[in-house]
T-cell receptor
Framework: KNEVEQSPQNLTAQEGEFITINCSYS?????LHWLQQHPGGGIVSLFM?????KKHGRLIATINIQEKHSSLHITASHPRDSAVYIC??????????WGAGTKLIIKP | DAGITQSPRHKVTETGTPVTLRCHQT?????MYWYRQDPGHGLRLIHY???????DKGEVSDGYSVSRSKTEDFLLTLESATSSQTSVYFC???????????????FGPGTRLLVL
């Protein structure tokens, strides 16, 4: 069993829908990261959180430390949100443990 | 975004030849990482560096070596390339400073390597 599990693996939705991507982990962590990889390949960090909730524009990330679970939400989704969303956790000072990613497609 | 560049961006090589990929950063970040990304696997850590001349292995280090002679540059060498090393290689950096965004990793644009 992977230490970081994401669901769903693939998600297709219509423009405007509310999107939720989930991440569960089985190790102790100091922080959890959400990243976005565009179809062109570039990887961008979206959030780093260790408790509670963070919001940036239409993106919201939450974490429940007790349940070892995080969610990434996208409100009013748009085709430009189509990307792979990756969850990763910091369990040591040097390395991240990566989820396999969720491929999101938003249709116009 | 941190100034991270990778070179070359694309490379085609033959089995058995040595290959060196370069990661260059202008942000003075202490930590640098090399990952490979393959379909169905996500990102996998090859090697990382926690300072000049300080490096360690990641989960998929066999067949790869690294060097970091100065803060700005982290080199990844495939000693004798194999077809299984065909992949997209990403470099990343972080400051590692306590608090704030010290744990956030910043990624280079990636290098597509094809080993024939």
């Amino acid at each position: 069993k992977n230490e970081v599990e994401q669901s769903p693996q693939n998600l297709t939705a219509q423009e405007g829908e509310f999107i939720t991507i989930n991440c569960s982990y089985s190790v102790g962590i100091s922080a959890l990261h959400w990243l976005q990889q565009h179809p062109g390949g570039g990887i961008v960090s979206l959030f780093m959180l260790s408790s509670g909730k963070k919001k940036h524009g239409r993106l919201i990330a939450t974490i429940n430390i007790q349940e070892k679970h995080s969610s990434l939400h996208i409100t009013a989704s748009h085709p430009r949100d189509s990307a792979v969303y990756i969850c990763a956790v910091s369990s040591s000072n040097y390395q991240l443990i990566w989820g396999a990613g969720t491929k999101l497609i938003i249709k116009p | 975004d941190a100034g991270i560049t990778q070179s070359p961006r694309h490379k085609v090589t033959e089995t058995g030849t040595p290959v060196t990929l370069r990661c260059h950063q202008t942000e003075n970040h202490r930590y640098m990482y090399w990952y490979r990304q393959d379909p169905g696997h996500g990102l996998r850590l090859i090697h990382y560096s926690y300072g000049v001349k300080d490096t360690d292995k990641g989960e998929v280090s066999d067949g790869y070596s690294v060097s970091r002679s100065k803060t700005e540059d982290f080199l990844l060498t495939l000693e004798s390339a194999t077809s299984s090393q065909t992949s997209v290689y990403f470099c990343a950096t972080k400051t590692g400073l306590a608090g704030g965004t010290g744990e956030t990793q910043y990624f280079g644009p990636g290098t597509r390597l094809l080993v024939l």
